[in-house]
């Protein structure tokens, strides 16, 4: 991409970036109106108070918003990021993202009620399967194996945080 | 020769035969997750961070030095072999470490990229005993606005001097620094951006921002553009140099950790910069010129040097001020602040002990990455192979199971979630990473001493500008803000205005890799 649009004639805008700019001027905002509601809380022993720094900081995400938005309309360009596994070129597949994330969430609904050995052998097995693994067993295995070892080592051998939610009692 | 006696009291505390073997148990699986494609050293070690949570503070530091050491080595590994390196400072290792794999010299590859790292990681960290005190005895003195204006040096420098795009840069400190916001303040216990939640009231976790930017991001950055066909992995033998390697190596090895070190422990941006100059250097001093290119071992054995020293060299700021310049640098603060330690110059005078012991073990790791890659390097190549459904489905397991752990609270799951899509937006649009960590961690600080220089002054905004050391980081900042200006009248005058795609006034988009822009600041 970037290298499409540095080597050629024409500009080749990336106008999505323009949405991240208004990302960026809404984190602002929201940083500024955060700081507005809260007391004017200053002494003389902190004569600035807890509201400077979110005001400075919200300021300075708005006017870096504004010079991001004038580069992107000057025709600046960001890199996209290539690494061991990206193939760039093609548009983003969506539909994998969405599943990844699914199987995240699932993760986080399911981790306490049902206890870090089920619920992270399913995050492996159905985040493997999002991303075209399609022996299922042996995913759901491998998910398995990696959640009981993780369980005796880390929370029973070493006392890590890790819920053993409905298994209490059987691990 | 102080400092020599407290690191060889520092070696008797960790050369114990539990902790030997929890220093190899680090090298171990830091390189083997280090290896692993699309695993930086940053997000090695962040992936890792977990494994140290239920030790003794000390035996968590030599676990972490070995991890640190051996995801380096792993990062160096996989860009050898298949030449599509993960992060910024091992480019400059793949452009001939690549092209000698292809032509079937992978295993001297591998060999004077283990040798070197040893060599720029011992020296590295020797000079790190010797450098280290005398920065702390410096830094001892200064007050709250002398430190203020060296976070800001250290703010300015990973924003606008890393990367290609200094707006950018800044958008993505800013966003590290409104996180750091998130939670209670620590003065008025007044909540910011908590939204009335009572899980934000404790601080985003820096090891969850971390975890969230990195690991979850990647994952779901791979997923938007997985490569259907693997890539091809070269099979390695076991590594070794021949007499004429060895003649070839050593020199660029030692000019390497020079280049190296020193821009490791300024804040203008890790590895990146040294281990390209050292390219330049060696293509330059050559005696093989006409092998650049089709795999040239100086190619190798300086750039790996550099990027070993230079990790060494993030040691000194790390240490003795609490200031990290890389990511991986970043998340050792994050680990530390976790253990309970405070990063800074007190922390050599209130517990030498732990300084000295981890030194100890950055020296024994560095030994134990030397003993295992060589015999090992083909069974680290293996792991290349892992098919990629299983990768990111891990990477997505061991960073929940971390985040997880970090408080016992899924709620921090969904936070890192959120992050994911963050990491993917920067990887999408181009902002650099390491300016959001530094700023979520570096921000707080920044705020308290802010604060306690105003306190000093009364409220009085010239408290800010207290002493030499506060004037010539200003000077330092107002020099790197302007450069670019200066650059572009130069160019102008000079009448080459190559700049036709260029984006304002405070931006220069630059090709795929940003190399192209490095020579002008050497």
Redesign the interface.
């Known amino acids: 991409m970037s290298t499409e649009a540095t080597t050629a004639p024409t500009r080749v805008r990336d106008r999505a970036q323009y949405g991240l700019c208004a990302a960026l001027a809404l984190v602002g905002l929201v940083v500024i109106w955060d700081a507005t509601r809260i007391g004017a809380a200053t002494s003389s022993n902190d004569p600035v108070g807890p509201r400077a720094m979110p005001f400075i900081i919200g300021a300075a995400l708005l006017v870096v918003s504004a010079l991001y938005a004038l580069d992107v309309y000057r025709g600046g360009v960001g890199e996209q990021e290539a690494g061991e596994d990206v193939e760039l070129g093609h548009p983003a597949d969506w539909k994998t993202v969405g599943l990844l994330a699914g199987a995240f969430l699932l993760n986080a609904v399911l981790m306490e009620p049902l206890g870090w050995v089920i619920s992270g052998a399913l995050l492996f097995a159905a985040a493997a399967f999002a991303l075209g693994n399609r022996h299922h067993v042996r995913g759901l295995a491998i998910g398995l194996a990696l959640s009981l070892i993780t369980f005796y080592a880390f929370a029973i051998g070493l006392d890590v945080n890790l819920p053993a939610g409905i298994l209490q009692g059987i691990l | 020769m102080d400092n020599i006696s407290a690191l060889l009291g520092g070696f008797a505390d960790v050369i114990t035969p539990m902790n030997l073997l929890i220093a190899l148990l680090g090298v171990i699986v830091g390189t083997a997750v280090g290896v692993l ?2 695993i930086g050293p940053a997000m090695t070690v962040a992936l890792l961070l ?2 140290t ?3 003794p503070v000390e035996q968590s530091l030599i676990l972490f030095g070995g991890i640190f050491y051996g995801g380096m080595y792993g990062g160096s590994t ?1 860009s050898i072999l ?1 030449n ?3 992060e910024s400072s091992s480019v400059v290792t793949a452009l001939e470490g690549n092209k000698m794999a292809k032509t079937g010299r992978a295993a001297q590859a591998l060999a004077t990229s283990a040798i070197g790292s040893f060599v720029a990681g011992t020296i590295g960290t020797m000079l790190i005993v010797l450098v280290m005190p005398q920065v702390v005895d410096f830094a001892i003195t200064l007050g709250s606005p002398e430190f203020l204006a060296i976070i800001l040096v250290a703010f300015v420098g990973t924003a606008a001097i890393l990367g ?2 200094r ?2 840069g ?2 993505a400190l ?2 590290g ?2 996180l750091g ?1 998130v939670g209670t ?1 620590f ?2 216990g ?1 909540q ?2 908590t ?1 009335g939640s009572p899980f934000l009231a404790d601080n985003i976790d820096v090891v969850v921002i971390a975890v969230g930017i990195f690991a ?1 991001g ?11 066909r693997a ?1 091809t992995v070269i099979p390695v033998g076991r590594p070794w140099l021949s007499r004429a390697d060895w003649g070839r190596s050593w020199k660029p090895w030692l000019r390497g950790t020079a280049l190296g070190f020193p821009f490791g422990a300024i804040p203008a941006g890790g590895a990146e910069i040294p281990t390209f100059m050292s390219y330049l250097a060696e293509r330059r001093l050559s005696k093989h010129p006409e092998e650049f290119g089709k795999g040239a071992i100086e190619g190798v054995a300086g750039p790996e040097a550099a990027n070993n020293a230079s990790a060494a060299g993030t040691m000194v700021p790390l240490l003795a001020l609490g200031l990290p310049t890389n990511a991986t640098a970043a998340i050792i603060i994050a680990a530390f602040m976790s253990y309970g330690i405070e990063p800074g110059p007190l922390l050599l005078t209130k517990q030498p002990d732990l300084v000295w012991m981890l030194v100890a073990s950055l020296f024994i790791g560095n030994f134990f990455l030397l003993v295992l890659n060589l015999p090992l390097a083909p069974t680290w190549a293996k792991l290349l192979r892992i ?8 990477i ?3 960073a ?2 971390g985040a ?5 609270q ?1 709620f921090d ?2 936070v890192l ?1 959120a992050l ?2 963050v990491g ?2 920067m ?5 650099p990473v390491l300016p959001l960590i530094v700023g979520a961690i570096l ?1 707080p600080l920044f ?1 308290r001493h ?2 306690r220089s ?2 000093q002054s ?2 009085d905004i010239s408290g800010l500008v207290g002493g030499p050391v506060a004037l010539v980081c200003y000077f330092i900042i107002l020099g790197v803000l302007v450069w670019p200006l200066v650059a572009r009248l130069r160019r102008g005058a000079r009448g080459d205005d190559d700049d036709a ?4 006034d ?2 220069t ?4 890799v ?1 190399t192209s822009t490095i020579p002008n600041w050497g």
């Open positions: 494609p699309g977990p494994l949570y239920g030790l996989t298949l599509t390196p993960g290609s795009s707006v950018r800044f958008a800013l966003m620094i409104a916001l303040d003065v008025t007044q910011r951006l939204f979850v990647e994952a779901l950055w791979v997923a938007a553009h997985l490569r259907r890539a098919p990629r459904p299983y990768l990111y489905a891990g997505l397991f061991f929940s199971m997880y752990a970090v408080q016992g899924p799951l969904y979630l994911g899509f993917f937006a990887r999408r649009f181009g902002p921000g705020e802010l604060r105003l306190q009364g409220g795609d260029d984006g304002g405070d931006d988009p630059s090709g795929p940003s």
